[in-house]
Structures are given as C-alpha cells and as structure tokens.
C-alpha cells in the first residue's frame, strides 16, 4: 500500500486557492498589449479584458474537470477531456464552417463557428459510445478507449480531405483555431457556454464520492451496491458536454485536463472529493495565466493560448512525473 499523506490538507489549501484565483484574475484584468490599465479606463477593462479574463476561466476550470472525471472513470490518470473523440469532432465542425463559407452566414442570428463546433464533438463522442458499447464497453473500458482513437482518427481524415482543397487563407484560419485562441472572447461567448458548464460542473461534483468507489475497480464497487454502468455513463455525458460547450468557443487547449488535476493531486490527495472542486479553483487560475503571455510575447500579434500551455504544460508535467516515481 502506498501511504498518501496529503490526503488530510484540507479547508486552509483550498481557502489559499481561492485567495490566488482572485488575485489572478485582477492581474489577468489589468495587463494587456496596451499596458497596465488605470481605474480611469474602465471602459477597457470591462468590456476588452474581463471578458477574456472569465472566459478564460470557465474554460480552465471546465477542461480540468472534466480532465480529472474521465481520469476517475477510466482508472487511468493519463486521459484528457478530448479522450474520445471530442477535439476531433470539433475540429472537423470548425473545420467545415471555415472551408465552406463562414462569411455566408453573417446574417446568422447565432455563430456557426461554435455552433458546429459544439455539435461535431458531441456527434463524434457519441458515434465512440455507440461502438464502443456495441463492442462490450460496458465490461471493459479499454473498448471505450479505443473506439475514441478510431472515431478520431477518422475525424481527423475527413479534416485533412476537406482541407487539401482549400486556399493558404482558410487553412490558416483552420490552424489557428485548432492552437486554441480566447482573443475574440466577448461576454456573449460566456453567457453561451455558461449554462452548460455550470449544469456540468454541477453533475460532476454530485458524482465525486462516486468516483472515489470506483478507484477500487468495478467489481468492488458493484459489491457495495453502485451502479456502475449508470455512474460511468452520466459522468462522461456531462464532461464530455461541458468539454464540447467551452472548445466551440476556445478552440483545442492541450494539457489543462492532464496537467491541473495531478498538480492538485501531489497536494491534496488522489480522494475526488476534494481533487474536483480544487480543480475547478486551479484550472481557471491556470488558464487566465497562461493567457497572458500569449498577450505580450509577440504584441501586437498573439501567441495561440495552446502553444502556451504546452510550453508550459509539457515541462511541468514531466517533472510532476518525476516527482510522482520519487514518492512512491
């Protein structure tokens, strides 16, 4: 047995998280390309940076939760948020909307930017469902696993065909879309994904004592009376709609469902009654400064915000792993 003695750091951690997560979003409010901003220039606060602030925060706080849920459900702590299909699904919605004619839709009530975005991660974990139950994925979640690489790579085909036809222009756009970007974010974009990820959010959370039976294994937990079908189903239903709602509208961001969860369990523990709500706390903490460089590295240009969180992501993550082999 490996003992785990930060299992019992409790309420004074996750009141520090909260305490840095404000300060981060004060420091992520008032530096930009146009430099520190005064209590004078309100205006661009408001209505330029807070935006960006909070939807950088909805998505960091929506990808490690469901980074560290699908870890749970999965028993495996190498899965991300985009395991079954979601990051292609989405890629190729964006995708099609750029290729065929975004401008055409101008007159749209709605984007159809993140509307097809949104739809193809949906439609594509659930074609990874279906075969992957259609399979026995009910009895072995390594069937799941694979049908998301397969629903993937197929995605990721059908992108490749639709772009080899297309103009340097709209590849480009295709590329930058898929680096992850919070540059056009508006109050608009918030309120869209908001209702999905607090329903999400809050699904998840629920299901967090759920989470910590199925660290025993199935059987186990099928012994003390959880229906482990049903749990495994509703988790990955809500963490695979939060995931869609916030990518339709960032972009591909890599490695906040990997690296923020074990960065919280090295100091809270591995119970996930306590790694998903501090996720939350640290995944928006984690995005909204990872977004600032990418404001100021390449002024007036940006730094796509994924670049910036695999630079940072990839290091971190290999020494946490280091430090994870040293402890046990």
Not at 278 to 285: E, H
């Amino acid at each position: 047995m490996i003992a785990v003695t930060t299992t019992r750091r409790g309420w004074p951690w996750i009141l520090g998280s909260v305490l840095v997560l404000a300060a981060v979003v004060v420091f992520g409010a008032m530096i930009g390309p146009a430099g520190v901003i005064s209590s004078a220039n309100w205006n661009i606060i408001w209505n330029v940076r807070m935006p960006r602030v909070a939807l950088a925060a909805v998505v960091g706080a929506m990808l490690s939760l469901a980074g560290a849920s699908y870890q749970g459900v999965f028993r495996n702590p190498l899965v991300d948020p985009y395991l079954l299909g979601a990051a292609g699904g989405a890629g190729l919605g964006a995708t099609v909307v750029i290729a065929f004619g975004r401008s055409a839709t101008n007159g749209w009530l709605i984007d159809p930017l993140p509307l097809a975005a949104f739809l193809g991660a949906i439609t594509a974990v659930s074609v990874t469902y279906l075969v992957g139950a259609a399979f026995g994925a009910m009895r072995s979640t390594t069937t799941l696993v694979l049908a998301g690489v397969a629903v993937a790579s197929l995605t990721s085909a059908m992108q490749a065909f639709i772009l080899q036809r297309q103009s340097d222009g709209v590849v480009r756009a295709v590329y930058n879309w898929l680096l992850g970007s919070l540059v056009n974010a508006t109050w608009r974009d918030v309120k869209l994904v908001l209702p999905y990820v607090l329903v999400s959010a809050a699904v998840l959370l629920v299901h967090r004592r759920h989470l910590d039976v199925l660290r025993v294994g199935d059987e186990e937990a099928l012994t003390l009376g959880m229906d482990v079908r049903r749990v495994r189903i509703v988790v990955v239903i809500a963490a695979t709609v939060g995931t869609a709602a916030v990518v339709s509208v960032s972009g591909l961001i890599t490695f906040v469902g990997i690296l923020v969860p074990h960065a919280v369990r090295m100091v809270f523990g591995g119970s996930y009654r306590r790694v998903l709500p501090v996720c939350v706390v640290v995944g928006a903490a984690f995005l909204i400064l990872a977004d600032v460089p990418g404001r100021m590295l390449q002024n007036p240009a940006e730094t796509p915000i994924g670049v910036v969180t695999a630079f940072c992501g990839a290091p971190f993550f290999i020494l946490l792993l280091r430090s994870r082999r040293s402890s046990v």
